[in-house]
């Protein structure tokens, strides 16, 4: 049996990145035994509303909140790509590169995958990467599979595996629940905590919170404390 080695890939809008994110791939790095992990910035999504800040400082603020941490690296792939982005083509890219001897593990947390079924070609998903989920507070439970729309569960009825060296048994198609501490933050509620002129403050890196404050994002010329 080939024993595949693992490439996590931690893709969002990251505006701003914030403790959620690097707490739960810091667990993630600690539990699955990843050769690689990145964070990927994306351009701009598909699926939602345009980000606030511009690819560039999103990704500047991922830069410096992973700056310390020799397990993370910073994969800029979508934000020089241009136009609409879909999470699908960087997958079959970094497939094309690993030549399929990497099993790619695609991070996510619960409230993604419920809308996993809305994805440009989100079957292709399941063939190109494995998908490692975490639990989010505000989220549906992701023991409660009964409750998944029932297009997810028709897809992902044959996945699960709840051992993760599982993962690199073979290089795509297996979705692992990850148990990680859940973090009540995100990127919404940090904007908008800006917008009303309070401290956001421990819910985010200071080198991130002092750009935020240095570039005037998601507040205008004033309102930072
Ligand atoms: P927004 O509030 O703008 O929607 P967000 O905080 O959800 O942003 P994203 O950049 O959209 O952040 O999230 C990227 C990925 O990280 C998504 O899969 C999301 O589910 C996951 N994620 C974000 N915050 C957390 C958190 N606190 N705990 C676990 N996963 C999270």
Known sequence: MTDYSLIGIYGGTFDPV??????????????????????????????????????????????????????????????????????????????????????????????????????????EI????????????????????RNFPPVIQDACASRWITCPTDLTSQFSGMIYIAETTLLDISATRIRNLIAADKSIRYLLPEAVSDYIKTHHLYSGENGFK
């Open 126 to 145: 399941f063939q190109l990467c494995h998908l490692v989920i975490v639990d989010r507070p505000d989220s549906m439970r992701m023991m409660d599979r």
């Open 18 to 123: 914030h403790y959620g994110h690097l707490r739960v791939a810091e667990e993630l790095v600690d539990t699955i035994a990843f050769d690689q992990f990145f964070f990927v910035p994306a351009g701009e999504p598909r699926l939602r509303e345009a980000p606030i800040a511009s690819k560039y400082h999103r990704t500047r603020m991922v830069a410096l909140s992973i700056q310390n941490n020799p397990r993370f690296s910073l994969d800029k792939r979508e934000i020089k790509r241009a136009g609409v982005s879909a999470t699908v083509e960087s997958l079959r890219e970094y497939h094309a590169e690993y030549n399929g001897k990497a099993a790619l593990c695609f991070i996510m947390g619960a409230d993604t995958f419920l809308k996993i079924h809305h994805w440009h070609h989100w079957l």
